[in-house]
């Protein structure tokens, strides 16, 4: 299978850390994606409020 | 939500997990001070099987030695059920008794369980809820877990914010 060297790279889940220690993805959907992907478990958590807000957490 | 700024917490779950977040709850603030509002943590496959789950807030050493005991146990859990799906149910139904057993001093494989149940603290119904059904779906247990564990409604209403006249 030849690829072309101009072919733009796969898309890359952006995380973001909402002011924690943690790697956040904005979807358990995406999340479970790259768990797969990687081998790994998935973390979800569930909360009260907008937590990208942490005024609202 | 505390618990996840301790930098142990983070490199840790960063190394075995992929973390996502979801709002299923709301709370209010009235004149600046939360009132209600709750969290649930859960630790799961990648197709979203719950393995286990902390409900409420806890300090960081609490929240890490969940998730060292999720990763470890699905470790041995691979390894006793060789790709049988059955097998691997079974063996996180023995563990989440056996965390009852030695935490709260309940048998769930005794006749009647019932009895102890009102005893339990939040953390002891999670595993008899998920000694019960081993590896359900994320989907099918957080409304049991945030508002018959938890005691909170699940809501898509967005924070309200009060402020009482004076």
């Given at each position: 299978v030849l690829a072309s060297h101009s072919a733009a790279p796969a898309?890359?889940?952006?995380?973001?850390?909402?002011?924690?220690?943690?790697?956040?993805l904005a979807s358990p959907a995406e999340a479970g994606k790259e768990a797969?992907?990687?081998?790994?478990?998935?973390?979800?958590?569930?909360?009260?409020g907008n937590f990208e807000d942490r005024q609202f957490t | 939500v505390n618990a996840l700024a301790n930098d142990e917490v983070g490199r840790y779950l960063n190394?075995?997990?992929?973390?996502?977040f979801q709002k299923v709850g709301t709370f209010k603030l009235v004149n600046g001070q939360k009132?209600?509002?709750?969290?649930?943590?859960?630790?799961?496959?990648?197709?979203?099987?719950?393995?286990?789950?902390v409900a409420g807030p806890v300090d960081a050493a609490t929240l890490l030695r969940?998730?060292?005991?999720?990763?470890?146990?699905?470790?041995?859990?691979?390894?006793?059920?060789?790709?049988?799906?059955?097998?691997?149910?079974r063996f996180w139904h023995k563990?989440?008794?056996?965390?009852l057993k030695q935490e709260s001093g309940m048998?769930?494989?005794?006749?009647?369980?019932?009895?102890?149940?009102?005893a339990l603290n939040t953390q002891g119904r999670v595993h008899l809820l998920l000694a019960a059904?081993?590896?359900?779906?994320?989907?099918?247990?957080?409304?049991?877990v945030f508002e018959h564990i938890l005691g909170e409604k699940v809501s898509t209403a967005p924070v309200t914010q009060v402020t009482a006249a004076r």
């Open positions: 898309p890359v889940c952006q995380s973001q850390n909402y002011g924690t220690s943690v790697d956040f797969e992907r990687d081998r790994k478990l998935m973390f979800v958590l569930h909360i009260s | 190394l075995h997990f992929v973390a996502s009132q209600g509002g709750n969290v649930a943590s859960y630790f799961c496959t990648p197709d979203g099987r719950v393995l286990s789950a969940e998730a060292r005991w999720v990763v470890e146990t699905a470790k041995l859990a691979g390894l006793d059920a060789r790709g049988d799906e059955a097998r691997l149910r563990a989440h008794a056996d965390r048998d769930v494989d005794a006749l009647d369980v019932s009895q102890g149940k009102s059904v081993p590896m359900v779906r994320i989907d099918q247990c957080y409304r049991l």
